[in-house]
């Protein structure tokens, strides 16, 4: 998938990011592929940041200099960072699927009240 060949660690990690990426999106092509090795290569203050539709190429100012449609093959993620120093994927947030810590302190409340009363 992409034309260059990894010489050292650092090349090679970031190869494996960018086939890491690929595998989240099904219209990620070749040429797309080399640009985003390329732009992580140029500088280890650039990144990609993508979500389910855009792709954007951000340097090390934070300004979006370029940025792709994307098809993702699933909705299990919200987001996908990559930079020099690591790959991280947030997952899909679905508040229908959440669980609440709510609850009631009227228990506590109420042995305070009966403990000051004790008094």
């Given at each position: 998938?992409?034309?260059?060949?990894?010489?050292?660690?650092?090349?090679?990690?970031?190869?494996?990011?960018?086939?890491?990426?690929?595998?989240?999106?099904?219209?990620?092509?070749?040429?797309?592929?080399?640009?985003?090795?390329?732009?992580?290569?140029?500088?280890?203050?650039?990144?990609?940041?993508?979500?389910?539709?855009?792709?954007?190429?951000?340097?090390?100012t934070g300004k979006?200099?370029?940025?792709?449609?994307?098809?993702?093959?699933?909705?299990?993620?919200?987001?996908?960072?990559?930079?020099?120093?690591?790959?991280?994927?947030?997952?899909?947030?679905?508040?229908?699927?959440?669980?609440?810590?709510?609850?009631?302190?009227?228990?506590?409340?109420?042995?305070?009240?009966?403990?000051?009363?004790?008094?």
């Amino acid at each position: 998938m992409i034309d260059k060949k990894p010489k050292t660690y650092n090349e090679i990690v970031r190869l494996k990011k960018c086939y890491t990426l690929a595998n989240y999106y099904s219209n990620i092509t070749e040429n797309m592929f080399n640009e985003i090795y390329d732009f992580l290569a140029e500088s280890e203050d650039n990144s990609i940041v993508a979500n389910q539709n855009i792709l954007s190429f951000v340097d090390g100012t934070g300004k979006v200099v370029k940025t792709f449609s994307i098809v993702p093959k699933n909705t299990s993620f919200d987001r996908i960072d990559i930079s020099d120093r690591g790959f991280s994927v947030t997952p899909h947030y679905d508040p229908s699927s959440s669980s609440s810590w709510g609850g009631s302190s009227g228990n506590n409340n109420n042995n305070n009240n009966n403990n000051n009363n004790n008094s």
